[in-house]
């Protein structure tokens, strides 16, 4: 697990001043990679390619990057881990290619050397995110993994430069680059908590989607910003909804029983592949299905006891953490228990900008951060229960998304436009007005919306902001075929899982330098889950039915069934007590006014709302203090400003 990040200029640069670009954009992101800093510099190109080392696999200066291909064609800046490169290389081997260490870096610049970078994509399973400079051609490609578990930013600078990072702050330590903020992306946020590729907070800056390739030549370098369109520039090198429709044709051939079999020898192999690192190595585990299940599988796998990690609360609501050490003491694991109290977290709340580098609004942000935190002072990679719900129909929303659909089904056409016209947010919380937005829901992807949205018309807060699509308004994120719940699930998997749970998890592992791994992420295991029909997901009302069973080889069945919780925190309690005298400064109307970025008006009126004690406002206002917050830090704790406008 690494950082990288780069820049082209449109013209030849210095060699010297190339390295020292580099350096800084490394040094912004050290924090993902602490044990080894590289540049490596085209100058008669105007290139250079940073790199900061996690060291996993291999922790000799053999795996230093960038990395160059034995021809010396391909130099390569790479950040993720290729879990089958042992077959790789073994392949690459009968083909005359020679190694020198037994990194997976490695192995992937002669994989692209041999194949060419999409089908060495196409035979890589991992996740990574990296750039590769072909020396011949002139051509520099970027490349993001399957699910989007790693993630890569983009855009051209004042100058023309074409920039690149793992996080913002690489490209923000570009001196041209203009940080103006994009009005559009923060309406965006308050819409879903994140910001979705191929979005970004700043102007002229985007993200790589999951399972895009972008190439960029010298024609392209020259158009810039202007010539750019994400939708026909990133290339889909592997679709999710192309693969879903696929095995749903396909389907699963065989009963309950086989099915189970497959999951289990499938996920044993995927856990396995996770578990190899030169490193300490443990896992996240919450006491949820999921987590419980891939720490299950490292510890049958392991022949000394697998270290595991959880946090526990002092509030009841948001602590599972007796059921996680009920689940550890039956594994036999090496179980770590962090008791933290509310300070604790709330000490996190002025670093969430630092740690998550773009607004980010998901308020379990901050007990994640801190389980990383906990995780790192014992081992360096952690595996975890990640994707699980996306694939197997694990989210209690899904099946009031169905039950909605159903009726706004049944509802006319035109009353359904009229209960859905604006009556403003604070007139449509809760009760009443909670089944009138139910009832206006359009179609199944408006169901889905209406349960994973939080401001429903933050374009009217937002000033000079627009709506933006996302996977849940555009209907070619729907699959062609199968169920309505498979489709719900599609637009999670293309959406919500890499943008905000692997984002999530993605900045706090790595804002203490912990890689995480996520085995039920496994390509392989995502294919697999599409085929199944829906009764081995949902059964009986009961979620995660086939995972579930699969846990019930290793665990009881009362550490089992059990209802799922939320890895959350009591936001709401901290904004009417602790942290009411930080919000309202966050919020001050002048403050707002003078900012440009909201209208103080509606702002203000939710904030007086929430702290007269209506309803859960903390879910709306959290994600514009995330961004107020953010807005601070990076004017003042990063060292470059930020245009207001």
Same mark, same amino acid.
């Not at 000394?304 to 953490?321: L, T, W, Y």
């Given at each position: ?8 200029? =449109? ?62 064609? +391909? ?53 990574? $995110? ?33 920039? &690149? ?20 992306? @923060?309406?965006?946020? /308050? ?11 700043? #102007?002229?800056?985007?993200?790589? $989607? ?21 939708? %026909?520039?990133?290339?889909?090198? +592997?679709?999710? #909804? ?30 396995? /592949? ?25 510890? $049958?796998?392991?022949?000394? =006891? ?39 977290? /709330? ?8 740690? &998550? ?52 089904? %049944? ?39 209406? %349960? ?38 599609? /637009? ?14 993605? %900045? ?23 085929? @199944?029909?829906?009764?081995?997901? +949902? ?29 959350? $925190?009591?936001?709401?309690? +901290? ?14 109307? #002048? ?6 970025? &909201?209208? =103080? ?25 995330? &961004? ?18």
């Amino acid at each position: 697990m690494c950082g990288i990040a780069g820049a082209w200029a =449109p013209k030849p640069e210095d060699a010297g001043v190339l390295h020292a670009l580099g350096a800084a954009m490394g040094t912004a992101i050290a924090h993902r990679g602490p044990d080894d800093a590289g540049t490596w510099v085209d100058a008669a190109a105007g290139l250079v390619l940073s790199h900061r080392r996690l060291s996993i696999l291999d922790l000799s200066p053999l795996g230093h990057q960038p990395m160059a291909s034995a021809d010396g064609r +391909w130099q390569l800046a790479y950040n993720g881990e290729v879990y089958n490169h042992a077959a790789l290389r073994a392949e690459l081997t009968t083909l005359g290619h020679g190694f020198r260490g037994h990194s997976d870096t490695e192995i992937l610049v002669a994989a692209i050397a041999q194949w060419g970078v999409e089908s060495a994509l196409a035979r890589a399973n991992g996740m990574f $995110a990296f750039a590769a400079w072909d020396t011949r051609a002139r051509e520099l490609w970027l490349a993001r993994d399957r699910v989007g578990k790693k993630p890569l930013y983009y855009g051209w600078s004042g100058d023309g430069s074409f920039v &690149f990072g793992s996080e913002l702050a690489a490209l923000r330590a570009h001196p041209a680059l203009r940080s103006e903020v994009d009005p559009d992306a @923060l309406a965006l946020l /308050l819409r879903l908590d994140y910001i979705p590729a191929p979005h970004a907070i700043l #102007r002229d800056v985007h993200k790589l $989607a999951a399972g895009r390739l972008l190439r960029i030549d010298a024609a392209r370098l020259a158009d810039g910003i202007s010539g750019h369109d994400p939708a %026909r520039d990133q290339q889909a090198w +592997w679709s999710a #909804r192309e693969r879903q429709e696929a095995m749903i044709e396909r389907g699963f051939e065989g009963d309950e029983t086989s099915a189970l079999e497959a999951l289990d020898a499938l996920l044993r192999d995927a856990t396995a /592949l996770r578990m190899e690192a030169d490193v300490p190595l443990g896992a996240f585990l919450s006491g949820g299905t999921d987590s419980s299940l891939v720490t299950a599988l490292m510890q $049958a796998q392991s022949p000394r =006891p697998v270290r595991s990690f959880s946090i526990g609360f002092d509030n009841a609501v948001h602590d599972e953490s007796a059921h996680a050490a009920a689940v550890a003491k039956h594994l036999g694991t090496e179980h770590t228990e962090l008791r933290v109290d509310g300070r604790a977290a /709330l000490d996190l709340v002025p670093s969430m900008p630092r740690v &998550f580098d773009e607004p980010f609004a998901d308020s379990s942000q901050l007990p994640t951060t801190l389980l990383c935190e906990l995780t790192r002072r014992h081992v360096t990679v952690a595996l975890s229960g990640d994707g699980g719900d996306e694939l197997f129909f694990g989210y209690g929303r899904y099946a009031r998304a169905l039950r909605n659909h159903r009726m706004a089904a %049944r509802v006319p056409a035109p009353l359904r436009r009229l209960l859905g016209r604006d009556r403003g947010e604070a007139a449509r919380a809760g009760g009443l007005a909670a089944f009138r937005a139910a009832l206006a829901a359009d179609g199944l992807q408006g169901a889905a919306r209406q %349960r994973v949205q939080r401001w429903r018309e933050p374009e009217a807060v937002v000033i000079g902001a627009r709506r933006l699509p996302t996977a849940y308004d555009d209907p070619a994120a729907l699959p062609r075929n199968g169920t309505p719940a498979d489709a719900l699930m599609a /637009l999670d998997f293309a959406c919500y899982l890499p943008e905000d749970i692997l984002t999530k998890v993605d %900045r706090a592992s790595m804002s203490v330098s912990l890689e995480a791994r996520a085995p039920l992420l496994d390509w392989r295991v995502a294919e697999f889950a599409w085929s @199944l029909p829906m009764a081995m997901k +949902w059964q009986d009302g009961r979620l995660k039915h086939l995972p579930k069973r699969l846990l019930g080889r290793y665990l009881p069945d009362g550490l089992v069934q059990r209802p799922k919780s939320g890895f959350g $925190a009591p936001v709401g309690d +901290w904004l009417r007590g602790p942290l009411r005298d930080w919000g309202e400064a966050q919020l001050e109307e #002048r403050r707002l006014r003078d900012e440009g970025h &909201f209208d =103080p008006t509606p702002v203000r009126a939710l904030w007086n709302a929430f702290q007269a004690g209506e309803r859960k406002w903390h879910t709306h206002l959290w994600g514009i203090l995330m &961004f107020q917050a953010w807005l601070e830090h990076a004017r003042t704790g990063s060292g470059r400003s930020l245009t207001l406008r």
